[in-house]
């Protein structure tokens, strides 16, 4: 690195890992790095760049690799057919960065923050985290026989502390928010005399976020996405990775800087409140999330340059219920066998919200950041019932026949089951292929009207959906049918048709079905959703009978 700009007056100064972070001319306490770039633009027009890890930008880096460097980047960017084929959008690809050491894009952060404490004789470090940046920290620290005292609150999952703590880190469990954390961190720092790793405004940290943008438009034959999508904490993460776009637009690598979209969870989301309101700055909140690891309550002044970017490349801020990034974390699971943790579910279910508000075009060329892993995860994301336990034998003997027939009459009342009454096969796989992503659901199907009522009362299955032109018997003959029956009566219906629908009819229809959808507008999210809610409150009103 050559040196530091300023980026209020344009002052460049040089460089050095203990110089101030203000500007020495106006005192701005934002300046930016600058590189060679010419002679960077020559490794790439020759493909002279080596190595795998994220080292391989070494020469727009601020600090010089490591002598025994674990492997940090090089992580691989998926094309996400299936979850994308689902929202309509074919050029969704998710950046995962799960392959790192710890299953983290942050990682990359402790990478190039340890590598400069090296190379400037640095042997005990302080750091506040909410989770990643812990374990992360404490992973590169014991590789090169760093001292590391972490400080986390104490709604940080036990699992993350004692990972931490696996890697030989102090850990210290604070019993407040992040933002009080920090302080104390930064007070025991200070009184100790020890290097307090500041994140956002620590330069080393801040470039390393900008290797995923560079990883991402190599893999893209150096093409820059339309919209970058990310999961957002304090905001470090979204902030080095359009500097990394920015750059490489600048250099004339990439022919765009792409829209970035912000995403938080609604219980701590005073990014997104600041956005909607109009406004530059942030106003703290009193985080309010189950998901720990995105509960910065204070975004301070990185929301104000996150704020200035979208201003000038377009983009937008978006906040989900806990509920929604829950949901979007199993359909991810069960549509592309990624499992990720919560915070970066986040990041999904907000691209879900932006598809049915319309944000985003099929056709755009979409990256979602992909990091963390499930487990371990807060039990309510699978609820207490995602198994069935079937009862054989009180030992582990082998079971009688007796016991076997039981179980498995056991497995049969207990498996969820729908049926499906359509006469177009193709229609009724889809629907039922829709169905099997979302839960492993035991699916019945009916070719026509009669065959779906016998069946009905056979199976008496938790929920009907079906179509309703059907020849010999239509679907409004099947649901008086059923209706009168006293087995079926009570079984919630679930109407898909192509059918143009009369007022008189779709009156008629709302007295008899829970929910009407016409199959050219089919949300295949939405449809599942809905009978997904159907199914649990049908199953919650059984357990309060």
């Known amino acids: 690195m050559t040196d530091l700009v300023c980026q209020n007056c344009g002052h460049i100064q040089p460089y050095t890992f203990r110089s101030s972070n203000s500007c020495a001319q106006c005192a701005n306490d934002w300046l930016e790095t600058h590189y060679d ?43 996400a057919q299936r979850f994308g084929g689902l929202l309509g959008l074919p050029r969704l690809y998710i950046k995962d960065e799960r392959y790192s050491p710890t ?69 210290i469990k604070v019993s407040g928010n992040y933002d009080q954390t920090k302080q104390i961190a930064a007070d025991f720092a200070q009184n100790r005399n020890i290097i307090y790793d500041r994140g956002a405004n620590s330069i080393p940290a801040r470039e390393a976020m900008k290797t995923i943008s560079y990883e991402i438009c190599e893999q893209l034959g150096w093409q820059a996405p339309d919209w970058y999508i990310q999961a957002v904490s304090g905001g470090l993460g979204p902030l080095g990775v359009y500097h990394g776009f920015a750059e490489l ?36 909140v009193v985080p309010n999330t189950r998901i720990a690891i995105l509960s910065t309550g204070d975004p301070g002044k990185i929301y104000t340059r996150l704020w200035q970017r979208i201003q000038t490349s377009g983009g937008t801020m978006e906040a989900v219920t806990d509920e929604e990034a829950f949901s ?29 508000q319309g944000q985003v075009n099929p056709e755009e060329l979409i990256v ?24 054989v034998s009180d030992t582990q003997q082998s079971a009688p026949q007796e016991g076997l027939q039981a179980a498995l009459e056991q497995l049969n009342e207990k498996a969820t089951t729908v049926l499906l009454i359509d006469d177009n096969p193709d229609d009724a796989q889809l629907v039922q292929r829709i169905l099997e992503r979302r839960k492993a659901y035991r699916v019945y199907r009916a070719t026509d009207g009669a065959d779906g009522v016998q069946q009905a009362i056979q199976r008496l299955p938790d929920a009907i959906v079906m179509d309703l032109m059907m020849p010999n018997m239509d679907g409004f003959q099947v649901m008086s049918t059923l209706r009168q029956h006293p087995k079926t009566r009570d079984i919630p219906i679930i109407v898909v048709s192509a059918k143009d629908i009369t007022p008189a009819e779709r009156h008629h229809l709302a007295t008899h079905t829970r929910a009407v959808y016409q199959k050219g507008s089919l949300s295949p999210v939405a449809f599942v959703e809905q009978v997904v809610s159907v199914i649990e409150h049908k199953e919650r009103d059984s357990e309060d009978q």
């Not at 990359?108 to 042997?123: F, M, T, Y």
């Not at 915070?343 to 598809?355: D, E, I, P, R």
């Not at 019932?385 to 009862?391: G, K, L, M, S, T």
């Open 37 to 79: 770039y010419a002679g960077f633009c020559d490794l790439v027009r020759n493909q002279q760049l080596s190595g795998q890890t994220l080292w391989r930008y070494s020469s727009v880096l601020p600090v010089p690799p490591p002598v025994a460097p674990t492997h940090v980047g090089g992580t691989p960017l998926l094309h």
């Open 368 to 391: 979602v950041n992909c990091t963390g892993h499930t487990f371990p995860v807060d039990k309510h994301v699978l609820n207490d019932q995602w198994h069935i336990d079937v009862h």
């Open 249 to 284: 637009h600048a250099m004339g690598l990439t022919q765009r800087v792409p829209q970035t979209a912000i995403i938080q969870a609604e219980g701590c989301s005073p990014m997104v409140q600041a956005f909607q309101a109009g406004k530059s700055v942030a106003e703290k």
């Open 328 to 356: 979007a974390m199993r359909l991810l699971a069960r549509t592309e066998g990624i499992s990720v943790e919560p915070a970066t579910a986040v990041a999904f279910a907000g691209l879900q919200k932006m598809v049915a």
């Open 103 to 171: 299953n983290s894009f942050k990682d990359r952060q402790a990478a190039l923050a340890v590598a400069a404490l090296v190379s400037n004789d640095i042997r005990e470090c302080v750091i506040a985290s909410t989770g990643n940046a812990a374990v992360a920290y404490a992973s590169a620290c014991a590789a090169v026989g760093i001292k590391l005292w972490v400080f986390m609150t104490s709604v940080v999952p036990e699992a993350k502390l004692r990972e931490a703590a696996l890697f030989g880190a102090e850990v």
